[in-house]
Protein backbone atom coordinates (compact mmCIF):
# COMPACT_ATOMS: atom_id res chain seq x y z
CA UNK A 1 0.00 0.00 0.00
CA UNK A 2 1.13 3.65 -0.67
CA UNK A 3 2.32 6.01 2.14
CA UNK A 4 2.66 9.83 2.92
CA UNK A 5 5.91 9.70 0.99
CA UNK A 6 4.29 7.91 -2.03
CA UNK A 7 4.38 9.65 -5.55
CA UNK A 8 1.07 11.26 -6.43
CA UNK A 9 -1.01 10.12 -9.20
CA UNK A 10 -3.87 11.12 -10.33
CA UNK A 11 -6.69 8.67 -11.47
CA UNK A 12 -9.58 9.77 -13.80
CA UNK A 13 -12.64 8.10 -11.92
CA UNK A 14 -15.82 8.37 -13.07
CA UNK A 15 -17.30 5.97 -10.62
CA UNK A 16 -17.61 2.86 -12.80
CA UNK A 17 -15.99 -0.62 -12.36
CA UNK A 18 -12.84 0.13 -14.67
CA UNK A 19 -12.14 3.25 -13.12
CA UNK A 20 -12.69 2.01 -9.58
CA UNK A 21 -10.28 -1.18 -10.29
CA UNK A 22 -7.88 1.02 -12.24
CA UNK A 23 -7.91 3.49 -8.54
CA UNK A 24 -7.27 0.10 -6.77
CA UNK A 25 -3.98 -0.57 -8.76
CA UNK A 26 -2.82 3.18 -8.82
CA UNK A 27 -3.22 3.07 -5.10
CA UNK A 28 -0.70 -0.07 -4.41
CA UNK A 29 2.27 2.80 -5.10
CA UNK A 30 0.59 6.03 -5.38
CA UNK A 31 -1.05 8.70 -3.24
CA UNK A 32 -4.27 9.70 -5.44
CA UNK A 33 -5.68 12.55 -6.81
CA UNK A 34 -9.42 11.53 -7.81
CA UNK A 35 -10.62 13.73 -10.74
CA UNK A 36 -14.44 13.30 -11.91
CA UNK A 37 -16.21 15.51 -14.64
CA UNK A 38 -19.89 15.92 -15.27
CA UNK A 39 -20.49 16.11 -18.96
CA UNK A 40 -24.10 16.10 -19.05
CA UNK A 41 -24.16 12.59 -19.03
CA UNK A 42 -27.45 11.23 -18.43
CA UNK A 43 -26.73 9.33 -15.24
CA UNK A 44 -24.51 12.09 -13.69
CA UNK A 45 -26.57 12.34 -10.43
CA UNK A 46 -25.61 8.45 -10.00
CA UNK A 47 -21.98 8.30 -10.96
CA UNK A 48 -21.37 11.53 -8.95
CA UNK A 49 -22.57 9.39 -5.76
CA UNK A 50 -20.05 6.25 -6.77
CA UNK A 51 -16.89 8.76 -7.19
CA UNK A 52 -18.26 10.08 -4.09
CA UNK A 53 -17.94 6.57 -2.14
CA UNK A 54 -15.20 5.38 -4.07
CA UNK A 55 -12.95 8.66 -2.83
CA UNK A 56 -14.12 7.99 0.70
CA UNK A 57 -13.04 4.48 0.58
CA UNK A 58 -9.73 5.67 -0.39
CA UNK A 59 -9.20 8.32 2.18
CA UNK A 60 -8.49 10.76 -0.60
CA UNK A 61 -8.51 14.46 0.59
CA UNK A 62 -10.71 16.97 -0.36
CA UNK A 63 -7.57 18.87 -1.98
CA UNK A 64 -6.75 16.10 -3.94
CA UNK A 65 -10.85 15.49 -5.43
CA UNK A 66 -11.66 17.57 -8.36
CA UNK A 67 -15.25 17.21 -9.59
CA UNK A 68 -15.82 19.43 -12.19
CA UNK A 69 -18.49 20.33 -14.52
CA UNK A 70 -18.16 20.89 -18.51
CA UNK A 71 -21.14 22.26 -20.75
CA UNK A 72 -19.89 21.55 -24.04
CA UNK A 73 -20.10 17.75 -24.90
CA UNK A 74 -23.50 18.03 -23.90
CA UNK A 75 -24.30 20.96 -25.90
CA UNK A 76 -22.02 19.82 -28.85
CA UNK A 77 -24.34 16.96 -28.57
CA UNK A 78 -23.74 13.46 -30.93
CA UNK A 79 -23.73 10.68 -28.42
CA UNK A 80 -26.95 9.16 -26.88
CA UNK A 81 -25.05 9.72 -23.64
CA UNK A 82 -25.57 13.49 -23.88
CA UNK A 83 -28.16 13.72 -26.20
CA UNK A 84 -32.06 12.90 -24.76
CA UNK A 85 -32.90 12.58 -28.50
CA UNK A 86 -30.54 9.87 -29.47
CA UNK A 87 -31.38 6.52 -28.11
CA UNK A 88 -29.20 4.21 -25.52
CA UNK A 89 -28.69 1.07 -27.83
CA UNK A 90 -29.40 -2.27 -26.05
CA UNK A 91 -25.86 -4.14 -26.26
CA UNK A 92 -24.34 -4.81 -30.25
CA UNK A 93 -24.61 -9.13 -31.12
CA UNK A 94 -21.16 -8.00 -33.20
CA UNK A 95 -19.61 -5.37 -31.34
CA UNK A 96 -18.52 -3.61 -35.18
CA UNK A 97 -18.76 -0.40 -35.50
CA UNK A 98 -18.82 2.68 -33.38
CA UNK A 99 -21.86 2.70 -31.14
CA UNK A 100 -24.06 5.76 -30.75
CA UNK A 101 -22.73 6.23 -26.90
CA UNK A 102 -19.65 7.38 -28.06
CA UNK A 103 -18.89 10.87 -27.10
CA UNK A 104 -16.67 12.46 -29.63
CA UNK A 105 -12.83 12.54 -28.65
CA UNK A 106 -14.34 12.31 -24.90
CA UNK A 107 -11.10 11.03 -23.44
CA UNK A 108 -8.65 13.54 -25.01
CA UNK A 109 -11.17 16.40 -23.12
CA UNK A 110 -10.66 14.47 -19.74
CA UNK A 111 -7.20 13.81 -20.46
CA UNK A 112 -5.90 17.64 -21.61
CA UNK A 113 -8.29 18.31 -17.84
CA UNK A 114 -6.14 16.39 -15.87
CA UNK A 115 -3.18 16.66 -17.33
CA UNK A 116 -3.59 20.14 -16.90
CA UNK A 117 -4.14 19.71 -12.79
CA UNK A 118 -0.83 17.47 -12.81
CA UNK A 119 1.16 20.10 -13.88
CA UNK A 120 -0.18 22.42 -11.22
CA UNK A 121 0.23 19.99 -8.14
CA UNK A 122 2.85 18.34 -9.33
CA UNK A 123 1.54 14.51 -10.34
CA UNK A 124 3.66 12.52 -13.09
CA UNK A 125 1.30 9.83 -13.63
CA UNK A 126 -2.70 9.98 -15.11
CA UNK A 127 -4.20 6.63 -14.76
CA UNK A 128 -7.23 6.04 -16.85
CA UNK A 129 -9.40 2.68 -17.09
CA UNK A 130 -9.62 2.04 -20.79
CA UNK A 131 -10.42 -0.98 -22.18
CA UNK A 132 -9.11 -1.73 -25.63
CA UNK A 133 -10.06 -5.47 -26.91
CA UNK A 134 -13.34 -6.34 -24.57
CA UNK A 135 -14.99 -2.57 -24.75
CA UNK A 136 -17.37 -0.67 -26.52
CA UNK A 137 -15.20 0.19 -29.75
CA UNK A 138 -13.94 3.66 -29.06
CA UNK A 139 -11.72 5.07 -31.02
CA UNK A 140 -10.17 6.86 -27.81
CA UNK A 141 -9.82 3.50 -25.83
CA UNK A 142 -6.92 1.97 -28.41
CA UNK A 143 -3.45 1.95 -27.07
CA UNK A 144 -2.22 4.39 -30.19
CA UNK A 145 -4.56 6.77 -28.65
CA UNK A 146 -2.54 6.78 -25.26
CA UNK A 147 0.60 6.47 -26.89
CA UNK A 148 -0.13 10.21 -28.88
CA UNK A 149 -1.56 11.53 -25.93
CA UNK A 150 1.90 11.37 -23.95
CA UNK A 151 3.59 12.64 -27.35
CA UNK A 152 1.38 15.40 -26.94
CA UNK A 153 1.61 16.05 -23.16
CA UNK A 154 5.58 15.87 -23.85
CA UNK A 155 5.56 18.79 -26.77
CA UNK A 156 3.11 20.96 -24.80
CA UNK A 157 4.06 21.44 -21.03
CA UNK A 158 6.85 23.23 -19.66
CA UNK A 159 10.24 21.29 -20.42
CA UNK A 160 10.69 20.26 -16.85
CA UNK A 161 7.56 18.74 -16.54
CA UNK A 162 7.26 15.39 -16.97
CA UNK A 163 3.90 13.01 -16.95
CA UNK A 164 2.56 9.94 -18.13
CA UNK A 165 -0.62 8.52 -19.30
CA UNK A 166 -0.80 5.36 -18.02
CA UNK A 167 -3.87 2.92 -18.41
CA UNK A 168 -3.38 -0.62 -16.56
CA UNK A 169 -5.79 -2.70 -17.56
CA UNK A 170 -6.30 -1.67 -21.34
CA UNK A 171 -5.33 -4.90 -22.01
CA UNK A 172 -7.64 -6.76 -19.87
CA UNK A 173 -10.73 -8.74 -20.38
CA UNK A 174 -14.12 -7.72 -18.52
CA UNK A 175 -13.58 -10.56 -16.72
CA UNK A 176 -10.11 -9.95 -15.75
CA UNK A 177 -10.84 -6.65 -14.62
CA UNK A 178 -13.44 -7.94 -12.37
CA UNK A 179 -11.14 -10.11 -10.87
CA UNK A 180 -8.32 -8.02 -10.34
CA UNK A 181 -10.34 -5.92 -8.60
CA UNK A 182 -11.46 -8.35 -6.33
CA UNK A 183 -8.21 -9.31 -5.42
CA UNK A 184 -7.33 -6.12 -5.17
CA UNK A 185 -10.44 -4.94 -2.81
CA UNK A 186 -11.53 -2.69 -5.12
CA UNK A 187 -14.95 -1.22 -3.52
CA UNK A 188 -16.84 -2.57 -6.94
CA UNK A 189 -20.36 -2.66 -4.61
CA UNK A 190 -19.92 1.45 -5.00
CA UNK A 191 -19.51 1.44 -8.45
CA UNK A 192 -22.00 2.40 -11.71
CA UNK A 193 -22.22 1.51 -15.23
CA UNK A 194 -25.68 1.25 -16.38
CA UNK A 195 -25.88 4.18 -19.44
CA UNK A 196 -29.59 4.38 -19.01
CA UNK A 197 -31.08 4.27 -15.34
CA UNK A 198 -29.50 5.35 -11.83
CA UNK A 199 -31.74 3.96 -9.19
CA UNK A 200 -31.80 0.26 -10.41
CA UNK A 201 -29.07 -0.60 -13.41
CA UNK A 202 -31.12 -1.57 -16.97
CA UNK A 203 -29.04 -4.96 -17.42
CA UNK A 204 -29.49 -4.60 -21.01
CA UNK A 205 -27.71 -1.47 -22.42
CA UNK A 206 -24.01 -2.09 -23.80
CA UNK A 207 -22.11 -0.95 -20.50
CA UNK A 208 -24.07 -3.40 -18.22
CA UNK A 209 -23.79 -5.99 -20.34
CA UNK A 210 -20.17 -5.75 -20.59
CA UNK A 211 -20.47 -5.62 -16.62
CA UNK A 212 -22.23 -8.36 -16.11
CA UNK A 213 -20.20 -10.49 -18.76
CA UNK A 214 -17.25 -9.55 -16.26
CA UNK A 215 -18.55 -10.66 -13.51
CA UNK A 216 -19.98 -14.08 -15.14
CA UNK A 217 -16.09 -14.30 -16.09
CA UNK A 218 -14.68 -13.92 -12.94
CA UNK A 219 -17.52 -15.96 -11.62
CA UNK A 220 -18.57 -13.52 -8.95
CA UNK A 221 -21.82 -12.09 -8.29
CA UNK A 222 -22.28 -8.56 -8.92
CA UNK A 223 -23.40 -6.48 -6.03
CA UNK A 224 -25.33 -4.03 -7.17
CA UNK A 225 -29.00 -4.18 -8.06
CA UNK A 226 -30.38 -4.92 -11.22
CA UNK A 227 -33.93 -3.82 -13.01
CA UNK B 1 -14.22 35.13 -50.15
CA UNK B 2 -16.18 32.23 -48.67
CA UNK B 3 -20.32 31.22 -49.89
CA UNK B 4 -22.27 28.52 -48.65
CA UNK B 5 -20.76 25.78 -50.45
CA UNK B 6 -17.32 26.72 -49.08
CA UNK B 7 -16.14 23.80 -46.62
CA UNK B 8 -16.90 24.62 -42.91
CA UNK B 9 -13.64 25.22 -40.48
CA UNK B 10 -14.26 26.38 -36.92
CA UNK B 11 -11.99 28.92 -35.47
CA UNK B 12 -11.00 29.30 -31.93
CA UNK B 13 -11.72 32.96 -31.24
CA UNK B 14 -10.71 34.59 -27.49
CA UNK B 15 -11.80 38.03 -28.96
CA UNK B 16 -7.96 38.87 -29.32
CA UNK B 17 -5.69 39.99 -32.48
CA UNK B 18 -4.38 37.06 -33.69
CA UNK B 19 -7.27 35.09 -33.74
CA UNK B 20 -9.08 38.01 -35.33
CA UNK B 21 -6.75 37.97 -37.94
CA UNK B 22 -6.69 33.66 -38.02
CA UNK B 23 -10.64 34.12 -38.53
CA UNK B 24 -9.95 36.66 -41.48
CA UNK B 25 -7.32 34.19 -43.62
CA UNK B 26 -10.15 31.21 -42.32
CA UNK B 27 -12.75 33.36 -43.86
CA UNK B 28 -10.88 33.39 -47.64
CA UNK B 29 -12.02 29.83 -48.26
CA UNK B 30 -14.54 28.75 -45.71
CA UNK B 31 -18.04 28.92 -43.59
CA UNK B 32 -17.00 29.80 -40.23
CA UNK B 33 -18.03 28.57 -37.19
CA UNK B 34 -16.58 30.17 -33.99
CA UNK B 35 -15.70 28.92 -30.24
CA UNK B 36 -15.11 31.16 -27.55
CA UNK B 37 -14.29 29.33 -24.35
CA UNK B 38 -14.54 31.04 -21.06
CA UNK B 39 -12.10 29.47 -18.61
CA UNK B 40 -12.24 31.62 -15.69
CA UNK B 41 -9.98 34.58 -16.95
CA UNK B 42 -9.58 38.20 -15.37
CA UNK B 43 -10.79 39.86 -18.57
CA UNK B 44 -13.45 37.24 -19.90
CA UNK B 45 -16.06 39.64 -20.00
CA UNK B 46 -14.31 41.94 -22.23
CA UNK B 47 -13.01 38.75 -24.84
CA UNK B 48 -16.67 38.13 -25.28
CA UNK B 49 -17.56 41.05 -26.31
CA UNK B 50 -14.82 41.25 -28.59
CA UNK B 51 -15.67 37.44 -29.49
CA UNK B 52 -19.20 38.37 -30.36
CA UNK B 53 -18.35 41.72 -32.50
CA UNK B 54 -15.89 39.77 -34.47
CA UNK B 55 -19.18 37.02 -34.87
CA UNK B 56 -21.61 39.40 -35.87
CA UNK B 57 -18.47 41.29 -38.39
CA UNK B 58 -18.46 37.77 -40.01
CA UNK B 59 -22.41 37.29 -40.25
CA UNK B 60 -21.27 34.00 -38.38
CA UNK B 61 -25.02 32.42 -38.01
CA UNK B 62 -26.03 31.09 -33.87
CA UNK B 63 -26.01 27.86 -34.82
CA UNK B 64 -22.48 28.18 -35.79
CA UNK B 65 -21.32 30.10 -32.35
CA UNK B 66 -20.17 28.14 -29.65
CA UNK B 67 -19.97 30.05 -26.58
CA UNK B 68 -18.95 27.97 -23.72
CA UNK B 69 -17.11 28.42 -20.21
CA UNK B 70 -15.26 25.81 -18.32
CA UNK B 71 -14.57 26.00 -14.83
CA UNK B 72 -11.55 23.43 -14.18
CA UNK B 73 -8.57 25.73 -15.52
CA UNK B 74 -9.23 27.98 -12.44
CA UNK B 75 -9.77 26.04 -10.27
CA UNK B 76 -6.77 23.99 -10.93
CA UNK B 77 -5.08 27.37 -11.07
CA UNK B 78 -0.90 27.92 -10.99
CA UNK B 79 -1.61 30.62 -13.56
CA UNK B 80 -1.51 35.22 -13.62
CA UNK B 81 -4.67 34.42 -15.89
CA UNK B 82 -6.74 32.85 -13.50
CA UNK B 83 -5.94 33.42 -10.00
CA UNK B 84 -6.06 36.35 -8.38
CA UNK B 85 -2.80 35.80 -5.74
CA UNK B 86 -0.73 35.60 -8.89
CA UNK B 87 0.25 38.93 -10.08
CA UNK B 88 0.49 39.75 -13.90
CA UNK B 89 3.79 40.70 -14.52
CA UNK B 90 5.18 43.71 -16.69
CA UNK B 91 6.11 42.40 -20.13
CA UNK B 92 9.40 40.60 -19.50
CA UNK B 93 12.84 42.26 -21.11
CA UNK B 94 14.53 38.90 -22.30
CA UNK B 95 11.62 36.43 -23.04
CA UNK B 96 13.64 33.66 -21.55
CA UNK B 97 11.29 31.39 -19.55
CA UNK B 98 7.51 30.71 -19.31
CA UNK B 99 5.70 33.74 -17.62
CA UNK B 100 3.44 33.53 -15.32
CA UNK B 101 0.79 33.78 -17.60
CA UNK B 102 1.01 30.23 -18.87
CA UNK B 103 -1.99 28.45 -17.99
CA UNK B 104 -1.28 25.09 -18.08
CA UNK B 105 -2.03 22.98 -21.07
CA UNK B 106 -4.54 25.69 -22.29
CA UNK B 107 -4.81 24.85 -26.15
CA UNK B 108 -4.42 21.08 -25.76
CA UNK B 109 -7.68 21.91 -23.62
CA UNK B 110 -9.52 24.09 -26.15
CA UNK B 111 -8.47 22.10 -29.52
CA UNK B 112 -10.21 19.11 -27.43
CA UNK B 113 -13.70 21.13 -27.34
CA UNK B 114 -12.94 21.94 -30.87
CA UNK B 115 -12.15 18.45 -32.21
CA UNK B 116 -15.14 17.12 -30.31
CA UNK B 117 -17.72 20.13 -31.88
CA UNK B 118 -15.67 19.62 -35.86
CA UNK B 119 -16.62 15.62 -35.58
CA UNK B 120 -20.31 16.33 -34.47
CA UNK B 121 -20.93 19.33 -37.00
CA UNK B 122 -18.67 17.79 -40.10
CA UNK B 123 -16.02 21.10 -40.00
CA UNK B 124 -12.58 19.33 -41.78
CA UNK B 125 -10.34 22.04 -40.15
CA UNK B 126 -9.61 23.72 -36.75
CA UNK B 127 -8.16 26.84 -37.40
CA UNK B 128 -6.06 28.51 -33.85
CA UNK B 129 -3.51 31.66 -33.73
CA UNK B 130 -1.15 29.91 -32.25
CA UNK B 131 2.45 31.98 -32.42
CA UNK B 132 5.80 30.69 -31.78
CA UNK B 133 8.65 33.12 -32.59
CA UNK B 134 7.45 36.33 -31.18
CA UNK B 135 5.03 34.99 -28.78
CA UNK B 136 5.03 35.03 -24.84
CA UNK B 137 7.16 31.33 -24.97
CA UNK B 138 4.39 28.92 -23.91
CA UNK B 139 4.91 25.43 -24.76
CA UNK B 140 1.82 25.09 -26.39
CA UNK B 141 2.37 27.55 -28.75
CA UNK B 142 4.80 25.45 -30.75
CA UNK B 143 4.96 23.91 -34.05
CA UNK B 144 5.60 20.41 -32.67
CA UNK B 145 2.44 20.77 -29.97
CA UNK B 146 0.13 21.23 -33.26
CA UNK B 147 1.53 18.40 -35.24
CA UNK B 148 1.65 16.25 -32.16
CA UNK B 149 -2.17 17.28 -31.66
CA UNK B 150 -2.90 16.37 -35.01
CA UNK B 151 -1.48 12.66 -34.59
CA UNK B 152 -3.95 12.39 -31.48
CA UNK B 153 -6.95 13.39 -33.53
CA UNK B 154 -6.25 10.58 -35.90
CA UNK B 155 -5.79 8.34 -33.35
CA UNK B 156 -8.65 9.19 -31.36
CA UNK B 157 -11.84 9.40 -33.76
CA UNK B 158 -13.91 7.94 -35.91
CA UNK B 159 -12.08 6.30 -38.74
CA UNK B 160 -13.88 8.06 -41.51
CA UNK B 161 -13.31 11.38 -39.26
CA UNK B 162 -10.64 13.72 -40.84
CA UNK B 163 -9.76 17.02 -38.97
CA UNK B 164 -6.58 18.60 -39.40
CA UNK B 165 -5.93 21.95 -36.62
CA UNK B 166 -3.71 24.39 -39.10
CA UNK B 167 -1.73 27.43 -37.92
CA UNK B 168 -1.05 30.16 -40.51
CA UNK B 169 0.33 32.66 -38.32
CA UNK B 170 2.44 30.29 -36.24
CA UNK B 171 5.89 31.70 -37.90
CA UNK B 172 4.29 35.55 -38.80
CA UNK B 173 5.93 38.16 -36.25
CA UNK B 174 3.85 40.36 -34.64
CA UNK B 175 4.15 43.04 -37.08
CA UNK B 176 3.37 40.59 -39.86
CA UNK B 177 0.17 39.83 -38.23
CA UNK B 178 -1.25 43.27 -37.93
CA UNK B 179 -0.38 43.65 -41.76
CA UNK B 180 -2.02 40.69 -42.36
CA UNK B 181 -5.05 41.86 -40.96
CA UNK B 182 -4.88 45.22 -41.97
CA UNK B 183 -4.86 43.69 -45.86
CA UNK B 184 -7.82 41.32 -45.27
CA UNK B 185 -9.97 43.93 -43.66
CA UNK B 186 -9.92 42.07 -39.94
CA UNK B 187 -11.88 43.92 -37.89
CA UNK B 188 -8.74 44.71 -35.27
CA UNK B 189 -10.61 47.68 -33.79
CA UNK B 190 -12.80 44.58 -31.92
CA UNK B 191 -10.32 42.92 -30.63
CA UNK B 192 -9.37 42.90 -27.22
CA UNK B 193 -5.72 41.59 -25.96
CA UNK B 194 -4.98 43.08 -22.69
CA UNK B 195 -4.30 40.33 -19.98
CA UNK B 196 -5.09 42.76 -16.80
CA UNK B 197 -8.22 45.19 -17.77
CA UNK B 198 -11.62 45.44 -19.26
CA UNK B 199 -12.18 49.22 -20.23
CA UNK B 200 -8.92 50.93 -20.99
CA UNK B 201 -6.01 48.51 -22.39
CA UNK B 202 -3.26 48.43 -19.64
CA UNK B 203 -0.40 49.00 -22.69
CA UNK B 204 2.21 47.29 -20.27
CA UNK B 205 1.58 43.88 -19.89
CA UNK B 206 2.86 41.20 -21.68
CA UNK B 207 0.07 40.69 -24.35
CA UNK B 208 -0.31 44.35 -24.57
CA UNK B 209 2.80 45.26 -25.45
CA UNK B 210 3.40 42.40 -27.94
CA UNK B 211 0.53 43.50 -30.01
CA UNK B 212 1.76 47.13 -29.62
CA UNK B 213 4.91 46.17 -30.95
CA UNK B 214 3.15 44.78 -33.88
CA UNK B 215 1.17 47.62 -34.99
CA UNK B 216 4.42 49.43 -34.78
CA UNK B 217 6.61 47.06 -37.11
CA UNK B 218 3.63 47.42 -39.61
CA UNK B 219 3.46 51.27 -39.12
CA UNK B 220 -0.29 50.72 -38.78
CA UNK B 221 -2.32 52.80 -35.27
CA UNK B 222 -3.77 50.25 -32.98
CA UNK B 223 -7.72 51.28 -32.96
CA UNK B 224 -8.31 50.77 -29.35
CA UNK B 225 -8.04 53.01 -26.41
CA UNK B 226 -4.91 52.70 -23.70
CA UNK B 227 -4.76 53.57 -20.36
Redesign the interface.
Known sequence: MSNNNSPLAIVLASGGMDSCVTAAIASQNHRLGLMH?QYGQLTQQRELRAFCDIADFYRVPDSLR?V??????R????SALTDDTIAVEDARAGGSG?PAT????????LL??A???A??IGAHRIFIGAVQEDSSGY??C?R??Y???N?????????ETHIEVVTPIIHLSKGQIVRKGVDLGAPLQFTWSCYRAEEEACGTCDSCMLRLKGFREAGVDDPIRYA
Open positions: VMTSIEHLRIGGIYVPFRNANCMTSWEVPDREFQAFRLIEAGTRP
